[in-house]
């Protein structure tokens, strides 16, 4: 399996500088030659200080269409949602002038949410830029190891783009949503942003075929940056 390198920095700092500037660099370069670029944020902690980096950020915002890559089946006002977080940190500033397509919608249904979402995540594509972060168990978006919908999710010919998650043992937690591996790789770059050295120990050694991120780094549809700081 032919990785990318890992790009590492010597601070958190450095690095959150780092991918909001390949971030913004991309989503201009897609702009300006189609016309328009989609963004597939991901939540969790570390990339809020990227995106509030990115808010500050000169790009044709206004030209930009921001989804996410999954979300927890909540609404924003949770405190768990990636939307909520995406809308409190990237949001704002010149980046508030970006159109915003979720993935929850109140008063439907888990797969009822999945399939609204898709027209949304449709017009966002191709993406400029998908953003994700790994897990342990190598997962990324909301396609856990063990998921009854992983296949479904990991099938490079499947039409769908979003597809309901249920929880799990050991992991989801709580029902989510998730772009599926052939919506998340119709992308110019899908930049992995990781932080600690174990999950560098798992992006740079020998890496289990079955592990979902492995079907990332295998694709050859969209370009791969993995960048990394302790």
């Known amino acids: 399996m032919n990785r990318p390198p890992i790009e590492a920095f010597s601070s958190r700092e450095d690095l959150y500088d780092a991918a909001a500037s390949v971030l913004v ?17 991901t939540g969790g ?9 990115l808010a500050t950020m000169t790009a044709p915002w ?20 990636n939307e909520g977080l995406v809308r409190r940190h990237l949001l704002v500033g010149e980046a508030a002038k970006a159109e915003f397509a979720p993935l929850y919608f109140e008063g439907a249904s888990q797969e009822e949410s999945a399939l609204k979402a898709e027209e949304g995540v449709a017009a966002a594509s191709p993406f400029g830029a998908v953003l994700l972060g790994v897990g342990a168990d190598g997962h990324f978006a909301s396609l856990f190891p063990g998921s009854p919908v992983l296949a479904q999710g990991l099938d490079p010919e499947t039409h ?28 110019d770059l899908i930049m992995l942003l990781v932080t600690g050295e174990a999950k560098r120990a798992l992006l740079e050694g020998p890496i289990d075929p079955a ?5 990332i780094l295998k694709q ?9 700081a302790e």
């Open 211 to 215: 592990l979902p991120v492995a079907s």
């Open 45 to 53: 902690t570390t990339p809020a200080p990227v995106y509030d980096r």
């Open 62 to 81: 206004d030209k930009v269409v921001v989804t996410l890559s999954d979300d927890r089946f909540v609404p924003p006002s949770h405190a768990g949602s």
């Open 220 to 228: 050859d549809r969209a370009m791969v940056r993995i960048l990394w």
């Open 25 to 41: 660099s991309a989503l201009t370069t897609a702009v300006a030659e189609r016309g328009q670029a989609g963004f597939a944020a």
């Open 160 to 187: 769908r783009l979003v597809l309901a998650a249920p929880a799990g043992h050991p992991a989801p937690d709580i029902p989510r949503l998730s772009l599926t591996f052939a919506a998340l790789t119709r992308a």
